[in-house]
Nanobody
């Protein structure tokens, strides 16, 4: 049974930093490209970042490029999202999601980003002064 459990959310001031974590279990973590997706209040899901199984490739939503960094620790089945220089528009529930087996986070794959097959319960991030 696939399980994804996020942690690390909370309140942060504009311009601040936060690191989210996601622990995966029930599957061979290193074989799957993983994603972070988010849902802001009153809005739909939006993909944030993607990282391939071996961490050689990564991709970011335009609004997060240069501010967010996605990494993974395949030895411990953990996915991370380092969020820097956050702004109020980053306020959302953040979910980690299992994307594609052997996925490379290519543009062609990300056109169908919402076809992830599992996601966690989410962690709330609130950016406010």
């Amino acid at each position: 049974q696939v399980q994804l459990v996020e942690s690390g959310g909370g309140f942060v001031e504009p311009g601040g930093s936060l690191t989210l974590s996601c622990t995966g279990s029930g599957f061979t973590f290193r074989n799957f490209a993983m994603m972070w997706v988010r849902q802001a209040p009153g809005k739909g899901l939006e993909w944030v970042s993607c990282i391939s199984g071996g961490a050689l490739n990564s991709a970011y939503q335009e609004s997060t490029k240069g501010r967010f960094t996605v990494t993974r620790d395949n030895s411990n089945n953990i996915l991370y999202l380092q969020m820097n220089r956050v702004n109020p528009e980053d306020t959302a529930v953040y979910f980690c999601a299992r994307f594609r087996e052997k996925g490379l986070c290519l543009d062609s794959e990300l056109r169908r980003w919402n076809e992830f097959d599992s996601r966690g319960q989410g962690t709330q991030v609130t950016v406010s002064s």
